[in-house]
């Protein structure tokens, strides 16, 4: 299974990085996390777009979802997608994404074939891939992924404060992308709408993950000062970079 950061920057695309998307590779069958505002177009310097076989949305905030009309736009007048995409999202995904692009609910069904996901998902295949999620410290409904192909397995935290299911979710996996938004002893977020360095750290000590990969640092903090609090606590510890790739 590979791994490629599409766009990692939180909150907004940064100067060197669009917001949040993520590209899964397991034997020919190409998923995509998120697809935040700038990643669409990064997204095929490493994909054709009509190799992309599914789309998850972790949640509806416009960071991580609202390039999935650059996607509309794609399959609608490129004539080279090959049917409805899988898209996986919480329940209101399609009116979120319909009044996104066209500023009224609209019929997207030709572009997406959608399918509601809860906490309650079990048994979601996508190719030789299994997926588990489960609910996140976040104000809306927002879905942790936990990817396993094999005797491999990542797992994306999405958006979240301090949860206990994410830890759980992610129990020893391979590799635990991680938020890192929330400024180490700073003013920043709201409380507990986010994880500081050290609480992914922490996250990942409790889960027992072989690496951690921080994401979703926006582009106001510093990244440097996520990953030094992050490397306290858990030393297996990088920055998500635009571009990188990590076989599992």
């Known amino acids: 299974m590979r791994l490629t950061v599409v766009g990692c920057s939180g909150s907004m695309p940064g100067p060197g990085?669009?917001?949040s998307c993520y590209l899964v590779?397991?034997?020919?069958v190409r998923i995509v996390l998120d697809l935040g505002p700038g990643s669409a177009g990064a997204l095929q310097r490493y994909a054709a777009l009509e190799t992309i076989d599914a789309i998850l949305l972790s949640h509806l905030h416009a960071d991580h979802c609202l390039d999935a009309c650059s996607f509309v736009v794609w399959h609608r007048y490129a004539d080279r997608s090959h049917g409805p995409v899988a898209l996986y999202g919480?329940?209101?995904t399609m009116e979120r994404l319909g009044a996104a692009y066209e500023q009224s609910a609209s019929d997207l069904s030709d572009v997406f074939d959608f399918?509601?996901?809860?906490?309650?998902?079990?048994?979601?295949?996508?190719?030789d891939m299994r997926l588990s999620l489960a609910r996140t410290n976040h104000p809306v409904d927002t879905y942790a992924i936990r990817v396993e192909a094999g005797s491999t397995s990542l797992t994306y935290s999405a958006d979240t404060g301090v949860c206990p299911e994410l830890v759980r979710l992610a129990k020893g996996c391979d590799l635990l992308l991680c938020e890192a938004a929330q400024p180490e002893g700073e003013?920043?977020?709201?409380?507990?709408?986010?994880?500081t360095g050290s609480q992914a750290g922490e996250h990942a000590v409790e889960a027992g993950v072989g690496?951690?990969?921080l994401t979703h640092i926006p582009p106001w903090v510093d990244a440097d000062t996520q990953l030094t609090a992050a490397r306290t606590v858990f030393p297996a510890t990088e920055l998500a970079r635009t571009g990188a790739t990590y076989d599992l």
């Open 115 to 127: 399918h509601p996901i809860s906490s309650d998902e079990t048994g979601l295949t996508i190719g």
């Open 187 to 195: 003013l920043g977020y709201p409380p507990g709408l986010h994880l």
């Open 25 to 28: 590779e397991h034997n020919g």
């Open 17 to 19: 990085s669009a917001a």
């Open 90 to 92: 919480p329940v209101g």
């Open 211 to 213: 690496r951690l990969l």
